[in-house]
T-cell receptor, first 112, second 108 residues
Framework: KAGVTQTPRYLIKTRGQQVTLSCSPI?????VSWYQQTPGQGLQFLFE???????NKGNFPGRFSGRQFSNSRSEMNVSTLELGDSALYLC???????????FGPGTRLTVL | DAKTTQPNSMESNEEEPVHLPCNHS???????IHWYRQLPSQGPEYVIH???SNVNNRMASLAIAEDRKSSTLILHRATLRDAAVYYC?????????FGAGTRLTVKP
């Protein structure tokens, strides 16, 4: 079974721009969670989607948003990028909410 | 939210057992104890989880204290591939809150 895939793997943007990251979960998984990892703050939970509905949300500003499609693929969007948004963005999928999560390799976002 | 405390770093010799401790004194009755590890340049990888009883799988064993205020991840024979950051997480429902983790160094 193919693992979680994330695209793109690397991205460079400038301040003020917006960015969309994509995550394809493991086949059959219906829950997708997003995390941000930085050297200073570590791994922080952004949000979780299950069956196209946001189930949980972390403590991030409204510039961070996401959605999930009917095929369980998910996207997250960050608008008005700031330098502090430079991070590794990780996606994890699970069969259902609360089940074991399997992580993708992440998207490395650099904001200049 | 319940919090976990882990040592920042630990060292082990190859082929020897490793015991990674985790304190979670504010754990609630419905919190599961999960362990993940993150190898360099990779996303976190599930290791093991448990609620009250000790658990074993092909990767590791999880020993949970009787009062559930602490747990220990046991790698029975460390290999160089086990060098990673190990996260102990209390999980209730969908999201997981990661702490700083323990960086394990394995010496040949």
């Amino acid at each position: 079974k193919a693992g979680v895939t994330q695209t793109p793997r690397y991205l460079i943007k400038t301040r003020g721009q917006q960015v969309t990251l994509s995550c394809s979960p493991i086949s059959g998984h219906r829950s997708v969670s997003w995390y941000q990892q930085t050297p200073g703050q570590g791994l922080q939970f952004l949000f979780e989607y299950f069956s196209e509905t946001q189930r949980n949300k972390g403590n991030f500003p409204g510039r961070f948003s996401g959605r999930q499609f009917s095929n369980s693929r998910s996207e997250m969007n960050v608008s008005t990028l700031e330098l502090g948004d430079s991070a590794l963005y990780l996606c994890a999928s699970s069969y259902t909410s609360g089940d074991t999560q399997y992580f993708g390799p992440g998207t490395r976002l650099t904001v200049l | 939210d319940a919090k976990t405390t882990q040592p920042n770093s630990m060292e082990s010799n190859e082929e020897e057992p490793v015991h990674l401790p985790c304190n979670h004194s504010t754990i609630s009755g419905t919190d599961y104890i999960h362990w993940y590890r993150q190898l360099p340049s990779q996303g976190p990888e599930y290791v093991i989880h448990g609620l009250t009883s000790n658990v074993n799988n092909r990767m590791a064993s999880l020993a949970i204290a009787e009062d559930r205020k602490s747990s220990t991840l046991i790698l029975h024979r460390a290999t160089l591939r086990d060098a990673a950051v190990y996260y102990c997480i209390l999980r209730r429902g969908g999201n997981m809150r990661f702490g700083a983790g323990t960086r394990l160094t394995v010496k040949p």
